[in-house]
């Protein structure tokens, strides 16, 4: 990640503190480890929950050949430098010590993809990380 970008993104980061909120979830995950004050995750935003289609997550892992007992933690979405998927790899790299088959799969494109690879190369996250591109919903008329 560029030194710009790296700054703004911490300065977003710090100044969710001054709200009290943070991207990181309360439920005892690892992201929770870097935490030095309440953590909690964002407010369900979603509005219109019939637009979701359920999936097939054992087709999904064999299209993507991944093993179906696999841990797997799944971020899905614009691959921007704000939304500091550069912690999720610290995560991976942190979490990989006591869980060494575990998977993080990043779905989505975006102008931060290049140096979240070069990131994980610096990290020999090889095994751990998959980047994939998701095809666009078909969009409903109703």
Known sequence: MGAVARRFSRHQGNSLKRYGGSLAPDDGGAAQLWCDHPCRGHPDRTRNR??????????????????????????????????????????????RKDIPEVLLLIAGAGPAREGLEHDAEKLALFGNIMFIRLPRPPYRTQ
Not at 58 to 83: S, W
């Open 50 to 95: 019939k637009s979701f289609v359920p999936g097939n997550g054992d087709e999904f892992r064999g299209k993507y050949g991944i093993a179906q007992h696999r841990p797997m933690l799944l971020f899905v979405g614009r691959v921007a430098h704000e939304k500091n998927i550069g912690f999720l790899l610290q995560v991976v790299d942190r979490v």
